[in-house]
């Protein structure tokens, strides 16, 4: 088996993380992606990840908060997360690394692109936490400025769903699931899978992202292995 790509970026859900409980981090589901990661990286893969942190808050919940300030308790939630994952991925032999977009030296380094290029050149994983380090911008949005800025050959998107559909598949049992759409189309429709400046970004900058289920067997090796699973997102036509 061998990768389709040199570099990745994979944005891995905090809910699918979470497990079946829908809250923390599910040791069960960990170990498969940490089992995964270690496959990617003894293939010479470049790994760099983005975790969410609805496992632990969403900026949303925070009904009565100022925005900013729930946001920002988000951002905190992705550190969580990345302090696991590095954990268990160091218990495996991975050297990992993470990099925060707000300051905080105890725990890891700062966000510095030359700095993550070099750890990819040494053979290390980043986690890069703490989103874009602003407020009203998605974790997804940060997947996409950071598979930019480390032209990362694809952005590959573990959700707790398995594909992007034309309208919620759980509350729609009709649903219509895409093997393929366009940037364009993501933002005209207003595809709520993946947030509309995050698509831009990728259009403008021609980075492809592919949106599959993590909770599908192996499914980060076969999608960086190039097998066709969840849906593609690129400048190509809807089919």
């Given at each position: 088996m061998q990768s389709k790509y040199k570099r990745v970026l994979i944005k891995l859900s905090g809910e699918a993380l979470a497990g079946p409980s829908g809250h923390g981090v599910d040791e069960e589901v960990m170990a498969k992606v940490v089992e995964q990661i270690v496959t990617l990286k003894n293939m010479g893969v470049q790994i760099a990840l983005v975790i969410g942190g609805g496992n632990f808050w969403r900026g949303r919940q925070g009904k009565s908060m100022d925005r900013a300030v729930a946001d920002h308790m988000g951002m905190l939630a992705t550190v969580m997360n990345a302090l696991a994952m590095m954990d268990a991925l160091e218990r495996h032999g991975i050297p990992t690394r993470v990099q925060t977009a707000l300051i905080m030296t105890s725990v890891a380094e700062p966000y510095i692109l030359r700095k993550a290029l070099s750890h990819f050149?040494?053979?290390?994983?980043?986690?890069?936490?703490?989103?874009?380090?602003?407020?009203?911008?998605?974790?997804?949005?940060?997947?996409?400025?950071?598979?930019?800025?480390?032209?990362?050959?694809?952005?590959?998107?573990?959700?707790?769903?398995?594909?992007?559909?034309?309208?919620?598949?759980?509350?729609?049992?009709?649903?219509?699931?895409?093997?393929?759409?366009?940037?364009?189309?993501?933002?005209?429709?207003?595809?709520?899978?993946?947030?509309a400046t995050a698509a831009t970004m990728c259009m403008e900058n021609n980075v492809p992202v592919i949106a599959f289920g993590l909770d599908e067997p192996n499914s980060i090796v076969r999608v960086a292995c190039g097998e066709k699973l969840g849906t593609i997102i690129d400048n190509g036509e809807t089919a």
């Open positions: 050149e040494h053979g290390r994983v980043v986690i890069m936490a703490c989103g874009t380090g602003n407020p009203y911008c998605s974790t997804d949005t940060a997947a996409a400025q950071r598979a930019c800025e480390i032209q990362a050959d694809v952005l590959m998107m573990a959700k707790n769903i398995d594909g992007i559909y034309d309208s919620d598949p759980k509350l729609n049992p009709n649903a219509k699931k895409y093997d393929h759409i366009n940037y364009l189309d993501i933002i005209k429709n207003g595809i709520k899978a993946m947030d």
